[in-house]
């Protein structure tokens, strides 16, 4: 059973800072690349940010570059995503996924966690 459990999001203000952590279960986390995908209320899921199996190859959308940054800690089966200056236009659901290679789609994972919600207020 495959299990990726998000946690960390909250309330912060804009200009505020949090971290959100996706702990991995069931599954041989060494060998998947990991992303962070955010969806907004009435929009589609869009990407955030993906790392690959070893940590050695990051990439990130344009909206979130210089303020995000995406790591892992393969002793802890943990993907993490630290946001900084946070932006009102960040609020979505923060979701965590799995997949066998590492890119900006959603049909490249093959495993999601049920999201945590980041709300910034103005």
């Known amino acids: 059973q495959v299990q990726l459990v998000e946690s960390g999001g909250g309330l912060v203000q804009a200009g505020g800072s949090l971290r959100l952590s996706c702990a991995a279960s069931?599954?041989?986390?060494?060998?998947?690349?990991m992303g962070w995908f955010r969806q907004a209320p009435g929009k589609e899921r869009e990407f955030v940010a993906h790392?690959?199996?070893?940590?050695?190859?990051?990439t990130y959308h344009d909206s979130v570059k210089g303020r995000f940054t995406i790591s892992r800690d393969n002793t802890k089966n943990t993907v993490y995503l630290r946001m900084n200056s946070l932006k009102p236009e960040d609020t979505a659901v923060y979701y965590c996924?799995?997949?066998?290679?590492?890119?900006?789609?959603?049909?490249?994972?093959?495993?999601w966690g049920q999201g945590t919600q980041v709300t910034v207020s103005s």
């Open positions: 790392i690959s199996w070893s940590g050695g190859t990051t």
């Open positions: 069931g599954l041989t986390f060494t060998t998947y690349g």
């Open positions: 996924a799995a997949g066998g290679k590492v890119g900006p789609y959603i049909d490249e994972y093959d495993y």
